[in-house]
């Protein structure tokens, strides 16, 4: 049962199945469909930032979850986005759930698009924030320059490294990565293992083999009929817009939200903006992705 | 005095400045500042949808406009954008208006851009719908077989054409081209004079200069600093949305709403959430463009 509408005091809980157990958190409620969250690139729970999932959370309940590997999660962390798409669907196999929302993040909204063709029905309503279709372009290169100099820097710790790759170098956006890492620091107990370098080498060969597309690029996803929502930062250097761009012109049915000034984490940086549209688009009925 | 607020119904009105005078219509109103409404190549005070007009008109005055030359307005129409920006400022000082809102539409879209940048405080908010920068790619090349086949049809009259030619071959997106026509067809009285073939002329012109870049393409852009509203359908044919993706990338403070199914009159197609996204972003008093 939910105990708190949170990430901040959500407290983490496990599900055992078969062989692994997962480690999600699930908060909130209300008329909507469960909202299943999908993290990026060495992100556990604690990296949701609670300005996006609590308000989410007053529509309807939010599922944040850690994937094999990840967090308190067995297992190890699959080298492709099939593999983490597999264990995404046994999860949500083993708490009962055989519709939901999605919310994927950067590597999630890929593990996101994958169950949608695994498994059709799975989900009502899709959300893909800062990620690309199978076949996309310059998908976590973090050797390039406008990266590396961040990941390179011995003055960064943790989370002053993602205010850095997740904004852009502007004022604003800056000042808005400052007030996101001060809402992740809100949490104070209960919190996950942070991802060391075993993850960031399975979830990089993801990317890479992500990259490859099989056949003529970007057919595939006219598989996916859901609603869509996709949204993304103009600026974003760890998977430019063009692969939103690639997105919103082959899946049938997609929205496309692009935020200025913004990065990788646009959606952290205009919360406000980003959880009115997604609470509007999640609680159409429409067949179409419009709202 | 606004006297109703439709434009199946609002009359034409005449505006006398300096050696010109200029049809219009101005109907509804609330508490934003007017919205001045700048049409599509060929396009009349008869060409607004009034399911796009008439639920904006409901909070703020709304002023659809003739250009010099077009219905009712006297003149030549000017062979650039910026002679059509010149006439458009002309109109709002004729009217005493220091300060408005504006939707522009295709050829209108980059009068508003233009008029911005000659008179950086005449808008306080910019909605540019199916429109593209100076310097743009492939602006309404009419020859192009996707569009010349319904140009040369000779089975469609006018509206039949715009239907083919706004919306894309999809059954959804033809089926909101009929209901589009129905629309304007409401109105029976006070029509404006159809553009013919001069019109076209010397708008054909001004697309192929906007189409010349002068300097570092799109420089010009950063300039509009205006809280900025960028809506394109993926699938647009007349003026591609690639051109919306140069603007939301090079405008400091643009959002981009894209929308499936959909081909230049994708506002028109998408009324509902249109006029939705339009009324929020207008209401907004931000000074970032994510509303």
Same mark, same amino acid.
């Given at each position: 049962?939910?105990?708190?509408?949170?990430?901040?005091?959500?407290?983490?809980q496990?599900?055992?199945?078969?062989?692994a157990?997962?480690?999600?958190?699930r908060?909130?409620?209300?008329?909507?469909?469960?909202?299943?969250?999908?993290?990026? @690139?060495?992100?556990t729970?604690?990296?949701?930032d609670?300005?996006?999932?609590?308000?989410?959370a007053?529509?309807?309940?939010?599922?944040?979850?850690?994937?094999?590997?990840?967090?308190?999660?067995?297992?190890?962390?699959?080298?492709?986005?099939?593999?983490?798409?597999?264990?995404?669907?046994?999860?949500?196999?083993?708490l009962?759930?055989?519709?939901c929302?999605?919310?994927?993040?950067?590597?999630?909204?890929?593990?996101?698009?994958?169950?949608?063709?695994?498994?059709?029905?799975? @989900?009502?309503?899709?959300?893909l924030?800062?990620?690309?279709?199978?076949?996309?372009?310059?998908?976590?290169?973090l050797?390039k320059?406008?990266?590396?100099?961040?990941?390179?820097?011995?003055?960064?710790?943790?989370?002053?490294?993602?205010?850095?790759?997740f @904004?852009?170098?502007?004022?604003?956006?800056?000042?808005?990565?400052?007030? @996101?890492?001060?809402?992740?620091?809100?949490?104070?107990?209960?919190?996950?293992?942070?991802?060391?370098?075993?993850?960031?080498?399975?979830?990089?060969?993801?990317?890479?083999?992500?990259?490859?597309?099989?056949?003529?690029?970007?057919?595939?996803?006219?598989?996916?009929?859901?609603?869509?929502?996709?949204?993304?930062g103009?600026h974003?250097?760890?998977?430019p817009?063009?692969?939103?761009?690639?997105?919103?012109?082959?899946?049938?049915?997609?929205?496309?939200?692009?935020?200025?000034?913004?990065?990788?984490?646009?959606?952290?940086?205009?919360?406000?903006?980003?959880?009115?549209?997604?609470?509007?688009f999640?609680?159409?009925?429409?067949?179409?992705?419009?709202?």
């Open positions: 049962m939910t105990t708190t509408a949170s990430n901040t005091t959500a407290p983490t496990l599900l055992r199945v078969k062989n157990t997962y480690a999600y958190r908060f909130g409620g209300g008329p909507g469909l469960p909202l299943l969250c999908l993290q990026h @690139f060495m992100g729970l604690d990296n949701w609670p300005a996006v999932t609590d308000p989410l007053s529509g309807r309940e939010v599922i944040l979850f850690d994937n094999a590997g990840i967090g308190k999660s067995t297992g190890e962390v699959p080298t492709t986005v099939a593999g983490m798409a597999a264990h995404a669907l046994a999860f949500l196999d083993g009962g759930s055989t519709r929302d999605v919310l994927g993040f950067s590597l999630g909204g890929m593990v996101a698009q994958q169950m949608a063709q695994d498994r059709p029905a799975i @989900f009502r309503r899709i959300i924030a800062g990620t690309a279709p199978r076949g996309g372009e310059d998908i976590m290169h050797h320059p406008s990266l590396a100099r961040h990941l390179a820097d011995p003055s960064l710790d943790g989370y002053a490294r993602l205010a850095k790759l @904004f852009t170098s502007s004022p604003s956006s800056q000042a808005a990565g400052q007030a @996101f890492v001060g809402r992740l620091e809100r949490r104070k107990e209960d919190l996950d293992p942070v991802s060391g370098q075993a993850v960031a080498a399975a979830q990089i060969a993801a990317f890479r083999e992500w990259e490859r597309s099989s056949g003529a690029p970007f057919v595939d996803l006219r598989s996916i009929e859901q609603p869509a929502l996709v949204v993304n103009v974003d250097e760890m998977i817009i063009s692969n939103s761009y690639r997105l919103v012109e082959n899946l049938p049915n997609a929205v496309l939200l692009a935020y200025p000034d913004s990065g990788h984490g646009s959606l952290f940086q205009f919360h406000e903006s980003f959880t009115r549209q997604a609470s509007a999640l609680g159409s009925d429409s067949p179409f992705a419009p709202y």
